[in-house]
């Protein structure tokens, strides 16, 4: 191929047929390195100049490559932005969306919670290791998500029995339904990491300690619960439940404002399939106190913190 020379032009295709168009400084940019590649004189030199397109470009060398191949694919209209009959229109690719979307809800299922701004992390490591120059920028990323929030939203609010004249009514994996219709009739107990790094008395890092916090579904109320570095467990589980069920005394070194009055026996326990919960000792403990085990539909249907 010959040397790009400035004014040059190229044809694109679009929905209205084809169209010329001149090379912008940039794209003028693109074409002559990768013309610098081409005419490199032995393996050496062409990997000096890889390296050093990269950085005149504001690339990785992974995406240099790919540049290149296609480049030597489709010449000059491989290495530029092909002209669109949707420009300035916001599009993004069907696949980059899945992706998105896919990343937010593996990152929050369970007790893990992922930020928006850590999928957009995500998102720019995973353009990097294909080597897609156009990935979704971060705030397209946000626009994707704020429709899955929405949506989520409204789920919640269906299911809230916040809303007057809504009832709420449980599904279980078996089939099941429950109809929440008072207090103390189904708790639900759930792990979370706490957004804090405890530190020893010399300032060693101990890590994120874990919540399990027990919600009695109909009231919304926080009936007990379990702050410590173990992991997720039965054993966890069960010392949670215990501090639900009894009454709270605590001393005055506490410093509470109010006293923290709620306790009771539930009639149900309703959870997620998980180990801890889907256990020979949580169901040996329920059986005793006669309280009964349901496991949700879905891992997120119905979790206390989406009321």
């Known amino acids: 191929m010959g040397e790009v020379e400035p004014g040059a032009s190229v044809t694109e295709s679009g929905s209205s047929g084809v169209r010329l168009r001149e090379l912008t400084i940039a794209e003028q940019e693109r074409v002559r390195a990768m013309q610098r590649l081409a005419k490199a004189a032995d393996r050496g030199t062409y990997l000096s100049l890889q390296q050093e397109v990269a950085e005149q470009l504001g690339m990785s060398v992974r995406n ?51 930020s928006r701004a850590q999928v957009a992390v995500r998102v720019a490591a995973r353009a990097m290791e294909i080597g897609d120059s156009r990935a979704p920028s971060r705030a397209s990323v946000y626009r994707i998500l704020q429709t899955e929030l929405d949506r989520q939203a409204e789920r919640s609010r269906v299911r809230s029995i916040g809303w007057s004249g809504e009832e709420l009514i449980l599904r279980t994996r078996d089939g099941g339904e429950i109809k929440v219709e008072r207090s103390n009739q189904v708790w639900q107990c759930d792990h979370t990491r706490v957004d ?11 890590g994120r300690p874990w919540l399990t916090t027990v919600i009695d579904t109909d009231s919304r109320c926080m009936m007990g619960m379990h702050l410590g570095m173990e992991s997720p467990s039965a054993w966890v589980v069960c010392l949670a439940l215990r501090h639900a069920i009894l009454p ?12 923290w009055g709620t306790y009771g026996m539930p009639e149900n326990l309703y959870t997620d399939g998980g180990k801890d919960f889907n256990s020979k000792h949580i169901e040996q403990v329920t059986n005793e106190l006669k309280i009964v085990l349901h496991q949700r539909r879905y891992p997120a249907e119905g979790r206390a913190d989406s009321f």
Do not use: F, H
């Not at 010449?75 to 530029?80: R, T």
């Not at 804090?196 to 101990?206: I, K």
């Not at 709270?248 to 006293?259: D, I, R, T």
């Open 64 to 114: 240099v490559q790919y540049l290149q191949k296609a480049w030597e694919r489709d010449g000059v209209a491989g290495v530029i932005r092909q002209g669109r009959s949707d420009r300035g229109q916001r599009r993004l690719d069907e696949e980059w969306s899945n992706y998105i979307v896919q990343t937010y809800r593996a990152g929050n299922r369970g007790g893990r919670r992922m």
């Open 196 to 206: 804090l790094m405890v530190v020893d008395q010399v300032g060693e890092v101990l």
């Open 248 to 259: 709270k005394q605590y001393n005055s070194s506490y410093g509470l404002q109010q006293e």
